[in-house]
């Protein structure tokens, strides 16, 4: 069975404090692992996909990057603006044809 | 820049009552999805539909859900007979062909009392 597991729950930055959220999953044959950004009371918002080990994205202060086991979410310098859930999901051969599995969310905090 | 839109954004309903929960995917977008997030949880999926016909559920979608697209733009989500545990944030989805990338809507509240 897929299993995403994303650490930590909650995190709270300084602005201007750099970090990194971990995805890890366990998925039979990884067709995508995607991240999402969520705002309370809101639908996800598309940030990247990765298909295979060694694959970086970067978006602004946001990097993803992927291994066989686990993703990360680079924040570097984050603004207020950052604060929001970040979702991983991962598509794999048990998925589903399309369908997304998804983790609980890390929930960021960045302070002024 | 086209995005997904849903309505209505929140709905009160009694318990029993029937809902139905409407979305419009991305125009040209051909694989249409339901996701719920009840509160605090994860997204999970509901079901998936290409082609006027359901291509996969999960086990959360039973005989009291429904999906239809009644015409070339709605996609909706019908609930026949609401439970309390019904209560959630409801999302619909759309992919284009041979791309991967979901993009979701905005959300329906549906709480049932």
């Known amino acids: 069975e897929d299993q995403v597991t994303q650490s930590p729950e909650a995190l709270r930055l300084q602005e201007g404090e750099s970090s990194s959220l971990n995805c890890s999953y366990t998925?039979?044959?990884?067709?995508?692992l995607f991240w999402y950004r969520q705002d309370p009371g809101k639908g996800p918002e598309f940030l990247f996909t990765l298909y295979s080990a060694g694959e970086e994205k970067e978006k602004e202060r946001l990097k993803a990057t992927l291994t066989k086991k686990e993703s990360f979410l680079h924040i570097t310098a984050p603004k207020p603006e950052d604060s929001a859930t970040y979702l991983c999901?991962?598509?794999?051969?048990?998925?589903?044809?399309?369908?997304?599995?998804f983790g609980t969310g890390t929930r960021l905090t960045v302070i002024p | 820049e086209p995005e997904v839109t849903q309505t209505p954004s929140h709905q009160v309903t009694q318990m029993g009552q029937e809902v139905i929960l409407r979305c419009v995917p991305i125009s040209n977008h051909l694989y249409f999805y339901w996701y719920r997030q009840i509160l605090g949880q994860k997204v999970e999926f509901l079901v998936s539909?290409?082609?006027?016909?359901?291509?996969?559920k999960s086990e959360i979608f039973d005989d009291q859900f429904s999906v239809e697209r009644p015409d070339g733009s709605n996609f909706t989500l019908k609930i026949r007979s609401t439970k309390l545990e019904d209560s959630a944030m409801y999302f619909c989805?759309?992919?284009?062909?041979?791309?991967?990338?979901?993009?979701f809507g905005p959300g329906t509240r549906l709480l049932v009392l």
């Open positions: 998925v039979s044959g990884l067709r995508g």
């Open positions: 989805a759309s992919i284009s062909g041979g791309r991967e990338t979901q993009y």
């Open positions: 539909f290409y082609n006027n016909e359901i291509s996969e």
């Open positions: 999901a991962v598509r794999g051969l048990q998925t589903g044809a399309n369908n997304l599995f």
